[in-house]
């Protein structure tokens, strides 16, 4: 598969338009005046595209440059029945198997946010991965086992849940929520609406609680104010390039403010 029609297939994956990638990008680099008529030409290998079109379409699909390049890197997302198997014989292939239990949880979860604070202007798709990020990094640092365990990649605007595009997708083709696409100041926002209430008998009274503190703290933050915030936390600074998965590990070497556990002092 060409470059080209690697660029096609993650922007269909992704549910965008060639109208709607070609606003994100030349919104984000207004000297690249990008037209639908050109990206086809890209998209069908007619036309050579330059290093500063890629970084850009990387930031629109908020992945890192070198999953464009290299499809060894691809990050492929099964979401599987509890118990079914599965072989790896792929080499050097990024493989992120998400149980069912994991599955629902997080749309349970993502549900519970968007019924809360989904129609505030400020909560776009970029909001959303820093606040799954905090919520489950925190209800792993304050108990030691996870909440929704969604994989997390370093981005340049932080932390990414790898999941997320595969999983919401899903929940639109089942009317859960739905992905609408509109103006935040002067630029493009995607944002998800619920369809349905969240099924609160999944998510424990401690997991409630937390996500709750979570969204209190941050949900009023900007994208760039919450990205800025991320970038200080040391799971997101421990971890070395972009595109490399943020280790739940890192959070008991947190540091004020971002550490939300007691620690008692030894004896």
């Known amino acids: 598969m060409n470059l080209g029609e690697r660029i096609k297939k993650m922007r269909e994956e992704n549910g965008i338009s060639q109208e709607e990638f070609v ?3 030349n ?3 207004n000297k690249i005046k990008l037209s639908r008529v050109t990206l086809s030409q890209i998209e069908n290998n007619k036309r050579d595209i330059s290093a500063n079109e890629i970084m850009v ?3 629109v699909l908020n992945i890192p440059v070198e999953y464009i390049y290299d499809t060894q890197k691809e990050p492929q997302i099964i979401l599987r029945e509890e118990n079914e198997k599965y072989s790896l014989k792929e080499k050097n292939l990024i ?3 998400v ?3 994991n599955i629902e949880k997080f749309k349970e979860v993502l549900l519970y ?3 809360k604070i989904g129609a505030k202007p400020n909560i776009g798709e970029s909001v959303l991965y820093k606040l799954l990020y905090f919520i489950d990094f925190d209800y792993y640092e304050k108990y030691e086992e996870q909440l929704i365990g969604a994989t997390y990649i370093k981005n340049h605007y932080g932390p990414t849940p790898v999941e997320f595009k595969k999983i919401v997708n899903d929940m ?3 009317k859960e929520i739905i992905k609408v696409e509109s103006k935040y100041f002067d630029y493009l926002q995607t944002k998800y609406l619920p369809l349905r209430k969240p099924k609160l008998a ?3 009274a401690n997991e409630i609680e937390l996500i709750d503190d979570v969204l209190s703290r941050l949900s009023n933050k900007s994208a760039k104010e919450i990205s800025d915030y991320s970038h200080q936390d040391v799971p997101w600074l421990s971890t070395r390039g972009s595109g490399d998965i943020i280790k739940y590990e890192s959070v008991f070497y947190r540091t004020a403010p971002y550490s939300v556990r007691e620690y008692k002092d030894d004896i």
């Open 113 to 115: 946010i968007l019924n």
């Open 23 to 25: 606003k994100k990008i």
């Open 57 to 59: 379409i990387s930031k």
């Open 99 to 101: 149980p069912q239990k």
């Open 95 to 97: 493989r992120i198997d």
């Open 202 to 204: 999944i998510l424990k």
């Open 27 to 29: 919104q984000i680099d």
């Open 172 to 174: 639109i083709s089942k």
